[in-house]
């Protein structure tokens, strides 16, 4: 059972364009949404992240937004860049767990000049 | 930043032998955990480890499967005896504390079980 669902599985977008990558979840009990960026060779690290009491979360280039009611959630990159060029996890974890995060298959971004 | 060492980055065995994977925390940080990606699926959970004992486990960390911390050094997982489908990556991570917190991710270890 995939508790944690991501779309697409690779995403191609213009430099200078907003990539948007989308997340979905089963467990009502999950509370916390980190997204992991991850390069080829190198372990994920924490890019952005939000709780289940908000619905939007801004960093720089970076936006999450949360919808509760209907379990799903977006990360908004805008204005793409070489640089972003990675694979993007997204992870759900519940209040009472030591951090037992259940990650998303990943979306592979690939950013291209226009 | 904060770093988490994986040793080694590859390994390769014959079924049935045991394996010992290497990690070095970051060193202050306490809650200790290892991840399993199988090749274009996602991270999955495997164990996490918090003063000395197993807090948490999946039902992927199989009876074959143990972790240990001795006297502060490398946090470990061995697997003994191995299978093939415990070819992976295997990832370790770390955290200051439990809960919504920020984890460190090492860079892998790929096992190749033969």
């Known amino acids: 059972q995939q508790q944690v669902r991501q779309s697409p599985q690779s995403l191609t977008v213009w430099e200078g364009e907003t990539a948007i990558l989308n997340c979905s979840y089963e467990?009502?009990?999950?509370?916390?949404f980190p997204w992991y960026q991850q390069f080829p060779g190198e372990g994920p690290a924490l890019l952005i992240s939000?709780?289940?009491?908000?619905d939007k979360k801004e960093d720089g280039r970076f936006t999450i937004f949360f919808n509760k009611r209907e379990k799903k959630l977006s990360l908004h990159i805008a204005d793409s860049q070489p640089g972003d060029s990675a694979t993007y996890f997204c992870a759900a974890s519940g209040a009472g767990f030591a951090s037992a995060l259940t990650f998303g298959s990943g979306t592979k971004v690939i950013p291209c000049l226009p | 930043g904060p770093k988490v060492l994986q040793i080694p980055s590859h390994q390769i065995i014959d079924m049935g032998q045991m394996v010992t994977l290497n990690c070095d925390p970051v060193s202050n940080h306490l809650y200790f955990y290892w991840y399993k990606q199988i090749l274009g699926q996602q991270m999955e959970f495997l164990v996490n480890?918090?003063?000395?004992?197993?807090?948490?486990k999946s039902k992927l960390f199989k009876d074959q499967f143990s972790v240990e911390r001795p006297d502060g050094s490398y946090f470990t997982l061995k697997i003994q005896p191995t299978a093939l489908e415990d070819s992976a990556v295997y990832f370790c991570?770390?955290?200051?504390?439990?809960?919504?917190?920020?984890?460190?991710f090492g860079h892998g270890t790929k096992l190749s079980v033969l």
């Open positions: 480890f918090y003063n000395g004992k197993v807090m948490e």
């Open positions: 991570a770390s955290s200051r504390d439990r809960g919504h917190e920020r984890l460190f």
């Open positions: 939000i709780l289940s009491v908000s």
């Open positions: 467990n009502s009990a999950f509370d916390y």
